[in-house]
């Protein structure tokens, strides 16, 4: 093992079901891996369906009593939840590298982002409004009220474990709900942490469960058990339309952060350093590993030669190798199915007329290691267009005019991010309501903060994670109308 914890006790391979760590005898385990050495960092326990059907038995035990406490007390177990993370912050990013392959310094900002919305809902649990509705009849009165909407299902990603699940958490116990997770299998043990320190935290036994183990049997349970009245899943378009069909047959409500094709667009007004550190910040952060990563780099004729030598030359300059070295910026991918994924985009992409500008190819390093690269010349029809790489690879695509630029960066099925780069106010309000998608970086590769809604169009999802609305997705409404009341004699 390639680390070293000051509190040994945050590293669980065990289920968390019902406020215990479980692990049955003789129940199979699967090896957590360091993308960076190959090294086995834990063998986690498997979960089944059973696991899966004990733990929403267990959230739905745990929700009268959690749905009653007082919304002040559910915020304060929040924000203790919040501080324990920040206090554990070194040893959770030392976790989280180990079994992702981020830099370690991108690891720790990841997890302040997520613990950050403990804090935000430890606040939104008090202001769960209601209405008093003007009403219809002299003896009547009406009002609506929100309620936390019962037990929860989660599904995660393994790009930003300690981001998503506390996207999702968070709202969720802040509206009174329960929650049953199953975390990736490439990453549960940054999920097994957030429940360790949930519970010194002070949630009740029930209120917060994890389940590793593989989809058909943990995910599948969760997407159509009964007791499940919500579903907020994040990871590929693919899956989440097969979870939507599952989780169709008991009517539940569903979150679905999805699948990305995010365009970046360069104007030939636009400052070129802001492009080139934006374009870097949203192409190579966890190198390239991100949903709102830029997918497509559409670059204006009289600026686009000075953008990919600059671009080329600030991408060759990065330093590659294990995510815990000091001044590394590129980690390993996740997986050798990742470096295919590149490869054969890269491979397409000059067949059909591209040129490397730098990179190109796996990196000497090895392993999963796959060089940061810029590609120039691209085009519409190559793969590299229509699918997320969700690799180092950052394809240019040269454009003339402005309208151009919006339609072929709306050319997608896909909604999440979009970017661009100009100093003219007048096409920043025309871009910025022209493009079809729900999160637009304008001057800027990195948008994400807690106080705002994050979600897709189209087919990047469902559901709106974060900010205002973002506990909205855990409440149902109640109308009450209550009749009878005379009037004053
Ligand atoms: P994925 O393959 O869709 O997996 C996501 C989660 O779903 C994992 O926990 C996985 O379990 C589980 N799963 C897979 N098949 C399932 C099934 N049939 N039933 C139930 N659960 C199932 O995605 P990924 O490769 O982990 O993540 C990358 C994708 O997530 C990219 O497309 C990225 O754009 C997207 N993403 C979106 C956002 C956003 O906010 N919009 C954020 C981050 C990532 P196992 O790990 O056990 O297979």
């Known amino acids: 093992m390639s680390m070293t914890l000051t509190d040994p006790t945050l590293l669980r391979a065990d289920l968390h079901i019902d406020g215990q760590w479980l692990a049955p005898a003789g129940r199979p385990r699967f090896a ?176 917060f469960n994890v389940v590793p183990g593989g989809a058909a049997e943990v995910g599948d349970v969760l997407a159509t ?20 069909a599952r989780a169709s047959a008991t009517i539940k409500k569903v979150s679905l952060e999805l699948g990305g094709n995010a365009p970046v667009i360069v104007f030939d007004d636009a400052d070129l350093d802001a492009a080139i550190a934006g374009t870097i910040a949203t192409k190579f952060r966890n190198m390239g590993q991100t949903c709102v990563c830029a997918n497509r780099i559409y670059v204006q004729a009289g600026i686009h030669d000075r953008f990919v030598a600059a671009l080329a030359a600030a991408v060759a300059a990065m330093k590659v190798g294990n995510g815990v070295d000091d001044g590394v910026n590129q980690g390993p991918l996740i997986d050798m199915a990742a470096v295919e994924k590149c490869e054969a985009h890269v491979s397409d992409a000059l067949a059909k007329g591209a040129r490397i500008v730098t990179g190109g190819a796996r990196h000497a390093l090895g392993g999963s290691y796959f060089a940061p690269t810029v590609l120039a010349d691209a085009t ?8 997320e790489t969700f690799g180092p690879v950052a394809p240019v695509f040269k454009f003339a005019t402005e309208a151009e630029a919006v339609e072929r960066a709306n050319a997608t099925e896909y909604g999440l991010a979009a970017y661009f780069f100009t100093t003219d106010a007048a096409r920043i309000w025309r871009v910025g309501e022209a493009l079809e998608y729900g999160i637009i970086g304008i001057n800027t590769g990195a948008t994400s903060y807690e106080g705002a809604p994050f979600g897709g169009w189209k087919e990047s999802g469902i559901g709106r994670e974060g900010g205002r609305t973002g506990i909205e997705e855990f409440l149902e409404t109640k109308y009450l109308c209550m009749a009878g009341i005379a009037p004053l004699a």
């Open 32 to 207: 957590v891996t360091d993308p960076a050495t190959g090294a086995v960092v834990a063998d986690v326990v498997k979960g089944n369906a059973d696991d899966a059907r004990a733990a929403i038995a267990a959230a739905d035990a745990a929700l009268p009593a959690w749905r009653a406490r007082p919304a002040k007390e559910r915020s304060q177990i929040l924000r203790r939840w919040h501080d324990l993370i920040m206090a554990n912050l070194e040893d959770l990013a030392q976790l989280l590298t180990a079994e992702q392959g981020k830099p370690i310094a991108e690891a720790r900002g990841e997890i302040a982002y997520g613990a950050a919305f403990y804090d935000w809902f430890a606040d939104e649990a008090r202001r769960i409004y209601g209405d008093v509705i003007p009403s219809y009849a002299a003896d009547r009165r009406l009002f609506a009220i929100r309620q936390p909407i019962g037990v929860c299902a989660a599904i995660t990603p393994w790009n930003f474990p300690m981001a998503m699940i506390p996207r999702k958490a968070a709202p969720a116990l802040a509206a009174g709900c329960t929650m049953v997770l199953k975390p990736a299998s490439a990453t549960p043990l940054s999920a097994l942490a957030l429940a360790e320190l949930g519970a010194r935290a002070g949630l009740p036994a029930g209120v």
């Open 225 to 244: 058990h009964p007791t499940v009245r919500k579903l907020t899943f994040t990871g590929s378009t693919e899956v989440g339309r097969t979870l939507m």
């Open 380 to 387: 519409e029809d190559m793969l590299i267009a229509a699918e």
